[in-house]
């Protein structure tokens, strides 16, 4: 039974927690007694995530974000900071891309992919360092994906945002490893979600792990002793990767 | 669901002391029968004794990992005592930090042998059974050394290096099979391994590294954490 640390509620933001993993991400929080920051760009669909974490007696706070903005994650960050008081935990999800060859992928795909992917994760974790640098203390996941360090086609500009990402969050937690701050590289095979096309997903289906497998082995992370830091995990499907 | 390890079978090489004590110890309070594996005939009895007197199943074979016939040896006295054999945790190893200009032969090859000669033999032989089954997990304890490189470590950082690169092969062959491959890496563990005890607070403790392989055995069916590296956290100064 995971447990939290007796008389602290931890506050988590998720982002891409409208689906997928990071809505799995939020759920499990909740479900151990965390508060739960929903964010994402889809403010109807965050409002009905929220809601039926409160509906279960959980905690959740639904807050628009696009991750690739710096204006819309300084103004997420300034409502957190509002309502919630601080960040203990952040989780970077948000993610996007398109299988598409290298020489049929636009600029404007290039432009969108690098941005959430990597860019967005530079600008959370930047908002969120401030205030756990002064408090010496914060937990930071980041989730990437084997394309970090595998070759595939028609995934170029997804995998070279993946590994920048990884590249960027290794440099950070060599930077924050000792003032308290914990950085955790999770790095994913395949995971059944709407990225994949219908098709695909029917396809692979046993080629490919839950949202909820990725969820609880970070809550698991999250709750690891103290004096332990997971540095990377990378977690895949037994029956193989795409 | 997470699997129920309640009386899955788990050999652990270099069981009689640090990592090996910690997760043979973690196991069996899971319910897993558990076959000790190491020179140490001595400790591992002893160990032994311990497991059985909580009321769970232990098994001692003493085995050099190094030798085939030993190997041969605890997969045939563990398939007889218990009849399947589910977990195969690659743990023994030796480590002498030296420069290069000052390791012996003899010492790199001990390194080589028990590190990574060792988990192949152990692998090698379990696999039939793990294939006729269509399940196991394969455990290997490699060492944050087998991903960074520092002067003193040349001999154990090659054979840490070889055993993670036998483990992801490994691991893309076993899959087929239904047989779970992890590589745990560890960063410095409080286990005696080095000639001085260390106690600072900045060294993980073998109940860390036990822990972590009983996060993955309980991953559901379909996940294979094929890598994890954990290192102490470090406090901050006040």
Known sequence: MIELEKNYIPTVWVTGATKGIGLATANAFAAIGCKVIVSGRNKNQLEINAGKIIDQGGFALPVVCDVSSERSVRSAMGTILKRAGIVDVLVNNAGVTVFQTFEKTTVKEFDSIVDTNLRGYFLTMKSVLISMLKNKRGHI????????????????????????SLALSRCVRHEVRKKGIRVV????????????????????HSKMMQPED????????????????????????????? | ?????????????????GIGRAVTLALAEQGVHVVLAARNSDALHTLENDIRATGNQAFAVTTDVTSEHSVNNLIYESEKKFGKIDILINNAGVGVFEKVIDTSTEEFEEMMNVNLKGAFLCSRAVLPFMMRQKSG??????????????????????SKWGLI????????????????????????VNTGFAEK???EPLIIQPEDVASTVLFALSAPDRVNVSEIDIRPTIKPRT
């Open chain 2, 197 to 199: 005890e260390r106690n």
């Open chain 2, 1 to 17: 669901m997470p699997p129920d390890l309640k009386n899955s079978v788990a050999i652990v090489t270099g069981a009689s002391k």
């Open chain 1, 214 to 242: 990725i969820a609880d082995a970070i809550v698991s992370l999250y709750c690891q002793p103290q004096r332990i830091t997971t540095d990377e995990i990378i977690i895949r499907p037994v029956e193989g990767d795409l």
């Open chain 2, 137 to 158: 997990n394969i455990i290997t304890i490699a060492s944050l050394a087998g991903k960074n490189s520092f002067s003193g470590g040349a001999a154990y950082s090659a």
């Open chain 2, 165 to 188: 690169g036998f483990a992801r092969s490994l691991m893309l062959e076993a899959r087929e099979y239904n047989i779970r491959v992890v590589t745990i890496c560890p960063g410095s």
């Open chain 1, 185 to 204: 590289d999770v790095i994913p095979g395949a995971v059944e979600t709407e990225m994949w096309s219908k098709q695909n997903r029917k396809r692979f």
């Open chain 1, 141 to 164: 996941f980041n989730v990437h994906s084997v394309s970090a360090t595998t070759v595939f086609s028609n995934s170029s500009v997804y995998s070279a945002s993946k590994a920048g």
